[in-house]
């Protein structure tokens, strides 16, 4: 089963679902706006991922902290922060079986689909 992870209204999100779409492999939707997000599934997605390559330092959130909470940013402050506000997190985090990708990556994407027609 593929667990799609993000904010609907997001462009690559939006793209990466409809590569899964395409290429007619089935998957849930998880928004963190409405379905939320817990601790423990952040800090699965960190201790796979690295923290460091889950904060989306790029967006527009993270542009709008204030300098103190950008400041000497270590784990623990930037999970409380994607706590916060899910936006910070990079997205889309696939979740396939138990392997985790972090991004939208096409060919990745195409992987999943050839993986799964054996």
């Given at each position: 089963?593929?667990t799609?992870y993000?904010i609907?209204?997001?462009?690559t999100?939006?793209k990466?679902?409809r590569?899964?779409?395409q290429?007619?492999l089935?998957y849930?939707?998880?928004?963190y706006?409405i379905d939320?997000l ?5 800090a699965?997605?960190a201790?796979?991922l690295d ?5 989306n330092?790029r967006?527009t959130?993270?542009?709008k902290l ?12 930037a999970?409380a922060?994607?706590l916060?506000q899910?936006?910070?997190i990079?997205?889309p985090?696939?979740?396939h ?7 939208f990556d ?7 689909s ?5």
């Open positions: 089963m593929i799609l993000g609907k209204n997001c462009d999100i939006k990466a679902r590569c899964l779409e290429q007619a089935a849930q939707f998880h928004d706006r939320g817990d601790a423990e599934l952040l699965r997605f201790a796979e923290w460091k390559n889950l904060l330092t967006g959130t993270w542009r204030a300098d103190s909470d950008k400041a000497e940013i270590n784990e623990t402050r999970l922060l994607m916060e899910p936006a910070l990079k997205r985090v696939l979740q079986n138990e392997q985790l990708l972090l991004g096409e060919q990745a994407y195409l992987a999943l050839a993986s799964s027609e054996k």
